[in-house]
């Protein structure tokens, strides 16, 4: 309901630390996963994507695990450093293969890094 | 080339009140879209379009009104605005071969009282 709308989960690491974000999603004909950065006062910005038939990809000081059975979608950032402070939402694309620019974004965690 | 652009940044309107959001982007992309975003939740897709002249709904159609008249705007009505129409509203725009990148404006802050 809305009150849970307005509590996202947070994370507090340290600066250096690796942090996990994780995010359970619901539509298994999804194809598409993404996951986006978005800063106070600022729109999302694309992060990194996985393919449904895929389990792993990896980025620059990012990874992203797409575990299908369980549906669940979790964003691995190595080394985080106090600029990787934001909300992290994770979205998804429908079967098809391109976006048209419809996303379903799930709820979003709060990424704080302490120096 | 400035990506895509949202005014009004910031908006305050009385209920009832008529209003319309632009949106303009110069990367000649097809797709163009509007999300809502409210306190604390990810963004909801309100309407997008698939090219000039061509519109569908989203997750969270009612209340407003779009149209494509040309590739490089998108314009997001409020008929009779409602204090729940109160949000951030994002536009975005992407292309085919773009694979999933998106390109979101900064937004536009609109408080309904």
């Known amino acids: 309901g809305e009150s849970v709308g307005l509590h996202l989960p947070t994370l507090s690491v340290q600066e250096g630390d690796n942090s996990i974000i994780n995010c359970a999603y619901s539509n298994s004909a999804s194809d598409y996963f993404i996951w986006y950065k978005q800063e106070s006062g600022k729109g999302p910005q694309f992060i990194i994507d996985i393919r449904s038939n895929m389990d792993k990809r990896q980025g620059q000081r990012v990874t992203v695990l797409l575990n299908k059975t369980v549906k669940h979608l979790s964003l691995q950032i190595a080394a985080t450093q106090p600029g990787d402070s934001a909300v992290y939402f994770c979205?998804?694309?429908?079967?098809?293969?391109?976006?048209?620019?419809?996303?379903?974004f799930g709820q979003g965690t709060i990424l704080t890094v302490h120096p | 080339n400035a990506g895509v652009t949202q005014t009004p940044k910031f908006q305050v309107l009385k209920t009832g009140q008529s209003m319309t959001l632009q949106c303009a982007q110069d990367?000649?992309?097809?797709?163009m879209s509007w999300y809502r975003q409210d306190p604390g939740m990810g963004l909801r897709l309100i309407h997008y379009?698939?090219?000039?002249?061509?519109?569908d709904q989203g997750e969270v159609p009612n209340g407003y009104n779009v149209s494509r008249s040309t590739t490089e705007d998108f314009p997001l009505r409020l008929l009779s605005a409602a204090p729940s129409q109160t949000s951030v509203y994002f536009c975005?725009?992407?292309?085919?071969?773009?694979?999933?990148?998106?390109?979101f404006g900064e937004g536009s802050w609109l408080t309904v009282v």
């Open positions: 979205a998804e694309i429908p079967y098809g293969g391109t976006s048209y620019g419809k996303l379903t």
């Open positions: 990367m000649n992309h097809e797709y």
């Open positions: 975005a725009s992407s292309y085919e071969g773009a694979g999933n990148t998106i390109y």
């Open positions: 379009s698939v090219g000039a002249g061509i519109t």
